[in-house]
């Protein structure tokens, strides 16, 4: 049987430069693919197209457009009230948890 040729320090460095620059490659190609993913996904889900708007202002709000130009004046107003939504409520168990406690010896590793 051969013994197995030891490698120099140069091979060895040589080595850990390859491995060092593998890592950083893969580490940087994630982050570009991340950023890749991100903007496809933004610039193809522009959101739900159903959904309501809802005003910042939780009580109400009254909203007055003028639109004007050379021939007509249109001026309307309109009032929107947004219902303030439910709190969740946390309710007790229905029952109160119990414990057992018994005599035991616990042991890891060997036998």
């Given at each position: 049987m051969k013994p197995t040729k030891r490698i120099s320090a140069a091979e060895r460095n040589r080595?850990?430069?390859?491995?060092?620059?593998?890592?950083?490659?893969?580490?940087?190609?994630?982050?570009?693919?991340?950023?890749?993913?991100?903007?496809?996904?933004?610039?193809s889900w522009?959101?739900?197209?159903?959904?309501?708007?809802?005003?910042?202002d939780s009580t109400g709000t009254d909203t007055t457009t003028t639109t004007t130009d050379t021939t007509s004046?249109?001026?309307?107003?309109s009032t929107t009230t947004v219902q303030p939504t439910a709190t969740p409520t946390i309710r007790p168990a229905?029952?109160?948890?119990?414990?057992?406690?018994?005599?035991?010896?616990v042991t890891t590793g060997g036998s």
């Amino acid at each position: 049987m051969k013994p197995t040729k030891r490698i120099s320090a140069a091979e060895r460095n040589r080595a850990v430069r390859r491995l060092r620059s593998i890592t950083v490659g893969t580490a940087l190609a994630a982050i570009a693919a991340s950023g890749a993913f991100a903007g496809i996904a933004a610039a193809s889900w522009s959101g739900n197209p159903t959904a309501d708007v809802v005003p910042a202002d939780s009580t109400g709000t009254d909203t007055t457009t003028t639109t004007t130009d050379t021939t007509s004046t249109d001026t309307s107003s309109s009032t929107t009230t947004v219902q303030p939504t439910a709190t969740p409520t946390i309710r007790p168990a229905a029952t109160p948890a119990t414990t057992t406690t018994s005599g035991g010896q616990v042991t890891t590793g060997g036998s």
